[in-house]
């Protein structure tokens, strides 16, 4: 065998290390995101897990029925059409409205999530020179419980879809900013950039939020720029910056898609690139120095700032995206250490985030002594991206591919300084040398060494704290997200109901909480466009008096046809007055003097655990006759038999000139007071709101 023979097997194991080894980490991502799946997959239904990927279904769905090709409804054309056109494509051989959607709907964040990992291996890999980091980075995105959660099997929102967009933006800048010389794979990647950003901006009215580190991060990369001799990198950034901004803006006027607010950012960011570039060329013409081209970079961005403000459009959007942070009503919209501090840090960004930390002023340091702008791009990502998730722990997620970054880079270098492997190609000085035990790196090629027993079962330890706790949290908040049983057999009985006795929507409708109105809706009439009803009244509802039951049956007639209650933690605080307590805890029974009991809401199904009970708004009957001498009201009873439950129905009516009047909610045969009168109440006479009278 010839020596070149020889160097080319040894290249070729080299590859086949690599390659096996980054399997391997993408098949972590996948493992670490399959918790949910027995929760996801329950006999002929795909049960999506929480609340909004039920939203995404039921668009995907919408998006089929004329055709084979999406015609997104108009629900998706602003917002985030790339998305919902991409879930539709991808359903279109299953058929609108079958198992193939919920299918499709499931597995995308999983595929999003392999994508966004492979993007972040090439990232780190082409920022660090070193395989090893790239590999530590992917591993440490696939165990972040913020990414993780976010991408698990059935948690379908638009996130999953933005980390691809995002991690494919970094790599392409990074790729561009770190060669030198301008070839076929040069133009490819800002090709790729040019995808990136136009895929980005068309994927979620937020776009301009995710796109705006570039403006930072190619001012200070330009800064490096200017002290190196050679061709000028930022070019091919700012002719892929331009390339997306025509590409979104064509779609944009040909499709109708997003918002022009947001294609306008982008096109304002394509702008300023090229500015950028216009005034480095400048600066390089005069011999000027950095200093120069950080004074020019601060009048563009007065420029900049003066556009902005004279954009309607942009205004506009400014102003509904402060609101938009003030707003704390739900979980997501608090800061990832609002309830417990640092520790709630850890738990959502995981062991990442601990390694990341300090590397952040190395990565500066790095970038501005060794003229590799590349850190300067990560970094300001990791800061922006950290300040958002303070406010908002939804930003968490995007915050997790670049605290994996420097993460990877951090995990290497603190297993170097355990003597496990060779030290991060950054921080490796040129006499540096290591004993073959130690791990070989990705520095010199493709090279990934297998180190002796003993550094192998340490380092095996030291992942493993990186990986475990990530992961073991990512499952336990996945577990809180999937849909409980109780609500799933709600779901299954009402839609089973609604298919047997062929009701329309929106006679149909459920109203729930909120939070999982979606779930309910998508199942029993598939509409789950919008859970706004619940949110304004299913909590006013429940917490208003009993005795004002009448008005809301007539806010409810014609619009809601189930309301499902479901346990709460009393803890003394919710009254037994109130339409909560009365339906949930007694079926809509007079058990207490102050409440006469509720006579237009009518259980009809409860959870064999109780958690969940299901009632129908009804016009129920009206039952009149003479009351008893001396008495102030008239209690009326009946036995009641649904599915889950057997129950007495009492109800009490008020005595007025000698007479008592009440509307009972269910069928059967009532006692009358004490004594041994009944009355026979039928279902007819419940469901049409008929009048029955007791003669004594």
């Known amino acids: 065998m010839s020596e070149t023979d020889g160097r080319d097997s040894v290249d070729h194991r080299r590859r086949i290390r690599v390659r096996t080894a980054l399997v391997l980490a993408l098949l972590l991502v996948v493992l670490v995101r399959l918790p949910t799946i027995q929760a996801v997959f329950r006999d002929d239904w795909v049960v999506l897990v929480s609340n909004d990927p039920y939203m995404y279904r039921y668009l995907a769905d919408q998006a ?119 070839d076929r794979r040069t133009w490819l990647a800002a090709a790729a950039l040019a995808v990136a950003v136009a895929g980005q901006s068309l994927s979620w009215e937020a776009a301009p939020l995710l796109l705006f580190p570039l403006v930072p991060g190619l001012a200070l990369a330009a800064l490096v720029e200017i002290r190196r001799p050679g061709p000028e990198r930022l070019v091919p950034v700012a002719a892929g910056l331009v390339g997306g901004a025509a590409l979104a803006h064509l779609v944009h006027v040909l499709l109708g898609w997003q918002y022009a607010a947001v294609v306008y950012a982008l096109d304002l960011l394509a702008l300023g690139s090229v500015g950028l570039v216009a005034i480095v060329v400048a600066v390089r013409r005069l ?130 300084w355990f003597d496990l492997v060779r030290a991060p190609a950054p921080r490796r000085t040129e006499g540096d040398t290591v004993s073959p035990a130690v791990a070989a790196d990705g520095g010199d090629g493709a090279d990934l060494a297998v180190p002796d027993r003993t550094r192998v079962a340490l380092l095996g330890g030291l992942a493993g704290v990186a990986v475990g706790a990530g992961g073991l949290y990512s499952a336990l908040i996945d577990r809180r997200l999937v849909i409980d049983d109780a609500t799933y057999e709600a779901a299954r009985w009402i839609a089973g109901y609604v298919d047997d006795h062929d009701v329309a929507y929106p006679e149909s409708y459920v109203l729930s909480k909120w939070g999982r109105n979606r779930v309910y809706n998508y199942f029993v009439n598939g509409e789950a ?98 009351a008893p001498t001396g008495e102030d009201d008239v209690r009326l009873a009946t036995e009641v038999s649904i599915p889950g439950a057997d129950f007495e129905y009492v109800r009490r009516a008020p005595v007025t000139d000698g007479t008592f009047e009440a509307t009972v909610a269910y069928p059967g045969t009532y006692r009358i007071g004490g004594g041994e009168e009944s009355v026979e109440i039928t279902e007819r006479m419940v469901s049409s709101g008929e009048r029955a009278t007791v003669e004594r």
């Not at 999530?113 to 980075?137: E, K, N, Q």
């Not at 003066?306 to 919209?333: D, H, I, K």
């Open 287 to 416: 011999d000027g120095s950095w200093m120069w081209l950080l004074a020019a970079e601060a009048g563009l961005g007065v420029a900049a700032a003066v556009a902005v403000r004279s954009t309607r459009p942009l205004v506009t959007e400014l102003q509904s995206g402060v609101a938009f942070f003030s707003s704390t009503q739900a979980a997501e919209l608090t800061g990832v250490g609002a309830n417990y501090g640092a520790v709630g840090v850890l738990v959502l960004l995981g062991f990442a985030s601990v390694l990341a930390a300090p590397m952040l002023p190395l990565a500066v340091t790095w970038g501005w002594r060794r003229l590799e702008p590349s850190w300067f791009v990560v970094g300001v990502y990791t800061v922006h991206f950290g300040v958002l998730a303070a406010l908002q722990r939804r930003f968490a997620g995007e915050l997790a591919p670049f605290a994996a970054i420097l993460g990877g880079v951090g995990f290497v270098m603190l297993a170097s």
């Open 529 to 626: 466009a919008s859970y706004g009803y619940a949110r304004r009244h299913y909590e006013d509802f429940l917490f208003s008096n009993a005795n004002t039951e009448a008005d809301w049956y007539a806010e409810f007639d014609g619009r809601v046809g189930f309301v499902v209650t479901r346990d709460l933690p009393h803890l003394g605080l919710i009254a037994s007055s109130t339409v909560q307590s009365t339906l949930h805890d007694r079926f809509g029974s007079a058990e207490i003097r102050s409440i006469s009991g509720v006579g237009h809401f009518r259980a009809v199904f409860a959870t064999d655990d109780g958690a969940r009970k299901v009632f129908r708004p009804v016009p129920g009957a009206t039952v009149r006759g003479p």
């Open 64 to 182: 089929l029925l004329d055709g084979p090709l999406p015609s997104l409804p108009d629900r998706a054309v602003q917002g985030e059409p790339l998305l919902v056109a991409t879930l539709a494509v991808a359903t279109w051989p299953f058929g609108a409205g079958t198992w193939g959607s919920g299918f499709v709907v499931a597995w995308y964040p999983v595929v999003a999530a392999v994508a966004t990992a492979a993007f972040v291996y090439g990232a780190a890999t082409r920022l660090t020179d070193d395989v090893r980091v790239g590999l530590a980075s992917a591993g440490l995105l696939a165990v972040t419980p913020a990414h993780a959660y976010r991408t698990a099997l059935g948690v379908a929102d638009h996130h999953a879809f933005d980390f691809v967009w995002l991690a494919l933006t970094a790599l392409a800048v990074i790729e561009l900013l770190t060669r030198g010389e301008r």
